[in-house]
Every structure is written in structure tokens, then in C-alpha cells.
């Protein structure tokens, strides 16, 4: 399928993913990418690049997939969708009304907008979470659902709709499982940030980094670059409807993850171990590592770049914006 003059509405386009695949769609043939954001999580400065491109703009009123009116207008005349909207994994176990609202019924209220505007195709995101703790591994996209957290749980229901759009509409409409993504734009400092960044402060304000548990836990790392171009391919791909993981298949226990980070960082901090709260040992994930071959073989996608490359570029943009000297607040 090509791009070629094709108009682009990009759902939570300023924010961590979303800001990436608004500069990766600059680099086809497309007539113009309008970014959708309530500006929650995402930055306006995450685009400031893209936005010099006239082809790209912000929708002049921002938006919210809760507001069905203006979600409407702003798709009005696109020819394809690209939603990254959702309220994360620890926003939804402390608000989980407010997960509901955003991520089951903002999904609804996007499909049910795409129909309505005709769009050619939605690529939406979902999230490895919807298979909880491994059963087997890699995990291929028939792995049974294994999901104890509301995150989750908002993931598998809009993967059950997007369903039922495709078959009850005719929509196309493909689901990207993301694995452990990292990267620039990814929150650095706030209480609800990922992993990479904690360890990253803690090593860069000269304290030991922090381990819950034993560090065996293993997860399938994939930088955000690789994951934004993921969704254009999908977006491009002859596939009218499926699921598929955006992953490396590469297992990166968390004690392999610190010592990867400190010898990037070429320090010689200690790594510091703590045992798991009661409320975190019930619902941590142990282990996921995604299956790679149903998205190589059915949209072309390959992972670029190594755990060692990714948070390389990722170090260096820390140290280009001057994050790498920013206060500790996590």
C-alpha cells in the first residue's frame, strides 16, 4: 500500500511513540501528518523537527479521544489512522475508572469515528500486556492471555473491538503488541516512568542503581525508533486486520540490563537489591519476550537496533538535552 499523497491523522502523535512515527511518516510521500494530542503526556518540543515540515501540523484545537465531536473533525477528509493514545500501565492501576473511560472507550469511540470518516485503514496500539506472565517463549501471538492488571485487561477489550469493527464494518485495522519499548521522549523523571530512565538517574546523579528482587526477570527490549517504524509499515502493508508483536526476541534479564547501562556509562556503582513489595510480587510479569516472525513475515518488519545501540542513543540524547545533569525526583 502506498503513502504516496496520503493524509494521516497521528492519535497521541507528541507523545514518547507517537512523536517518532510522525517523523517517520514525514519520510514517505505523504500529502500531510496532523498530530491529535490532549498534550497529557506527550510535548509540543517532541515535534519541534517535525513541525518545520509543512506537510505536518497540530490539530489547532488539541484533542482528546474522549471528545467524540472533535475527534470527528479531526478526521474528517484523512485517508488513515494512527492511534497511540492510551493512559499507561501504572496510571491505570491507580485510576482505573479513568483508564476505562480513556482506553476502552476512547477506542470505541476512535473505531466508531474511522467508520464514520471512511478511513482506509487504523493502526492501533495494544501492548505485550496483554499476555501477562509467560507460559511459553518466545511468545507468539497465540499465546493465551494471561492478564491479571487493568492495563491489560483495557488492551485485550480494545483488541476484542478492533475485531469486531473489522468484521462488523469492513475496517482494516492492525494491533501492534509493543514489547519493553525505551527511548528518547520516554518520561525521564516522572513517578510513572520506565525502567531504563530510573536506572539512567539514579547512575547519573552517582547513586546505585536499584533492583527489585533478584534481577532474573527478563523482558524483550526494543527501541522506539524500530517501533515507529513498525507502525508505518503496518500502515503501509497489504494486512487488513491482525496482531502482532514489536519486539527484538532478544531475552535481557534486568541485572543484564544494569550491567549493560553501567558499562555504557563506564561507571562502577554498586547495584543495590531490594525485596519485592507484596502488592509488586503479585503482579509483576517475570518474564515476556515476544515472538519476532509473524510481523517479518506478514509486514516486513525487522528490528534495527541492539539493547547495546539503543541505549547508546538514548545516553547521548540525555546528554545532548542536558538530562544527564537534571535533579533526581524518582
Excluded at 12 to 18: L, T
Excluded at 122 to 147: C, Q
Aim: net charge negative; with cysteine.
Amino acid at each position: 500500500m502506498e503513502l504516496k499523497g496520503a493524509k494521516v491523522l497521528v492519535i497521541g502523535g507528541a507523545g514518547f511513540i507517537g512523536s517518532f512515527v510522525v517523523k517517520e511518516l514525514l519520510k514517505e510521500e505523504v500529502e500531510k501528518v496532523i498530530v491529535y494530542d490532549n498534550f497529557a503526556r506527550g510535548q509540543k518540543e517532541y515535534l519541534e523537527d517535525s513541525l518545520r515540515d509543512p506537510r505536518c501540523s497540530l490539530f489547532p484545537i488539541g484533542g482528546d479521544i474522549r471528545e467524540i465531536d472533535i475527534l470527528n473533525k479531526a478526521m474528517e477528509g484523512m485517508d488513515y489512522v494512527v492511534c497511540l493514545a492510551a493512559m499507561w500501565l501504572l496510571h491505570c492501576k491507580d485510576f482505573p475508572r479513568t483508564a476505562f473511560d480513556v482506553n476502552i472507550a476512547g477506542t470505541f469511540n476512535i473505531l466508531e469515528a474511522c467508520v464514520k470518516n471512511n478511513i482506509k485503514k487504523l493502526v492501533w496500539s495494544s501492548s505485550a500486556s496483554v499476555y501477562g506472565d509467560a507460559i511459553e517463549l518466545p511468545m507468539t501471538e497465540g499465546h493465551p492471555f494471561n492478564n491479571k492488571n487493568f492495563y491489560g485487561a483495557s488492551k485485550i477489550a480494545g483488541e476484542a473491538m478492533c475485531t469486531a469493527f473489522n468484521d462488523r464494518y469492513g475496517l482494516p485495522v492492525i494491533g501492534l503488541r509493543y514489547m519493553n519499548v525505551y527511548g528518547p521522549h520516554q518520561d525521564q523523571t516522572a513517578a510513572y516512568t520506565g525502567v531504563v530512565p530510573i536506572m539512567l538517574n539514579k547512575i547519573e546523579a552517582n547513586e546505585s542503581p536499584v533492583i527489585n528482587g533478584d534481577g532474573s526477570q527478563a523482558y524483550d527490549f526494543i527501541y522506539v525508533e524500530d517501533v515507529a517504524r513498525c507502525n508505518v509499515q503496518a500502515l503501509k502493508s497489504d494486512v487488513e486486520h491482525g496482531f502482532y508483536n514489536v519486539g527484538t526476541e532478544v531475552q535481557t534479564s534486568i541485572k543484564e540490563l544494569c550491567d549493560k547501562i553501567l558499562e555504557l556509562k563506564q561507571s562502577d556503582l554498586k547495584v543495590k537489591y531490594n525485596p519485592y513489595s507484596e502488592d509488586d510480587a503479585r503482579a509483576l510479569v517475570q518474564n515476556r519476550i515476544g515472538s519476532r516472525k509473524k510481523a517479518e513475515e506478514e509486514l516486513g518488519f525487522l528490528y534495527k537496533y541492539s539493547l547495546e545501540e539503543g541505549l547508546q542513543k538514548l545516553i547521548d540524547w540525555r546528554i545532548a538535552t542536558g538530562l544527564d545533569k537534571a535533579p533526581l525526583t524518582v
